[in-house]
């Protein structure tokens, strides 16, 4: 790879971390080790071409252009937690992925015929997995508790923000959304 090339891959891998909270290489390496897939497996879940994925995996190009790409890596990195803390099984997540596959996506702040109350009010889960979502992307669940461990002895209260949203179940969430507001 000649220096123009090198500087190209650095600015895409620079350009993904902004957009996505950490280069797309290393996040899918993790999607792949934490779900058990190997490269073909994660495009077609994502509904990307093999070459496509390799191609962000490598810092060839930036940006998931479809919008529905970037939910379905969104809903693996939950899944992914969700594997890691033991609420989901690998036999539940197999079929989950399928699930996750089948969607046809679309914006998320579009969407609004389940996400939202009649008055166009988010609802509490959708705000809660929007703040798991963005938590997720920032660091894995392993990071984010033993950063809530470090906080704990002085900061307490953020320490079980931290566990709850960072590494807990979205059902755990919203009570403690609930419990907190008002």
């Given at each position: 790879m000649?220096?123009?090339?090198?500087?190209?891959?650095?600015?895409?891998?620079?350009?993904?971390?902004s957009?996505?909270?950490e280069?797309?290489?290393?996040?899918f390496?993790?999607?792949?080790?934490?779900?058990?897939?190997n490269?073909?497996r994660l495009?077609?879940?994502?509904?990307?071409?093999?070459?496509?994925?390799?191609?962000?995996?490598?810092?060839?190009r930036?940006?998931?252009g479809?919008?529905?790409v970037?939910?379905?890596?969104?809903?693996?990195?939950?899944?992914?937690?969700?594997?890691a803390?033991?609420?989901?099984?690998?036999a539940?997540a197999t079929?989950?992925?399928?699930?996750?596959?089948k969607?046809?996506g679309?914006?998320?702040l579009?969407?609004?015929?389940?996400?939202?109350?009649?008055?166009?009010?988010p609802?509490?889960?959708r705000?809660v997995?929007?703040i798991q979502?963005?938590?997720?992307?920032?660091?894995?669940?392993?990071?984010?508790?033993?950063?809530?461990d470090?906080?704990?002895?002085?900061?307490?209260?953020?320490?079980?923000?931290?566990?709850?949203?960072?590494?807990?179940?979205?059902?755990?969430?919203?009570?403690?959304?609930?419990?907190?507001?008002?």
């Amino acid at each position: 790879m000649d220096a123009v090339q090198q500087e190209a891959t650095a600015r895409a891998r620079e350009l993904q971390r902004s957009w996505y909270g950490e280069p797309l290489g290393a996040l899918f390496r993790r999607l792949i080790d934490d779900l058990g897939l190997n490269q073909a497996r994660l495009a077609a879940v994502l509904g990307l071409s093999a070459p496509m994925l390799s191609q962000l995996m490598s810092g060839q190009r930036a940006k998931i252009g479809n919008p529905a790409v970037v939910q379905r890596v969104q809903a693996l990195q939950e899944l992914a937690g969700q594997v890691a803390d033991g609420s989901v099984s690998a036999a539940e997540a197999t079929d989950r992925m399928d699930e996750i596959k089948k969607t046809q996506g679309g914006s998320v702040l579009i969407n609004t015929a389940q996400t939202s109350t009649s008055s166009g009010a988010p609802t509490v889960k959708r705000v809660v997995r929007e703040i798991q979502s963005l938590l997720r992307s920032v660091a894995a669940a392993g990071d984010i508790i033993d950063a809530a461990d470090t906080l704990a002895p002085t900061h307490p209260e953020l320490a079980e923000f931290l566990r709850v949203y960072g590494a807990g179940r979205t059902g755990d969430a919203v009570s403690h959304y609930e419990a907190h507001q008002g």
